[in-house]
């Protein structure tokens, strides 16, 4: 995924045709109903989060994710 100012991370499932969106606020969504016409524009983007505000924000319905959880890595003594 290219930069954004606004977009860190995207998946999306077209079988259920769902798309989930991570934000540099650290907030994760999944968008529901998304068609893959526009999931393939929104990859396609040369700006994520002009694409997301005019496209898929307030056009579909979505929920908030829980935030990721940070892996931390246990070093072996």
Known sequence: MSASSLITGAQYWPDERALELSFVSGRRYIYLGVPPLIADGFAAANSKGVFFNRRIKG?????ELAPERRRRQVAND
């Not at 056009?59 to 929920?63: L, S, V």
């Open 59 to 63: 056009r579909f319905t979505c929920h």
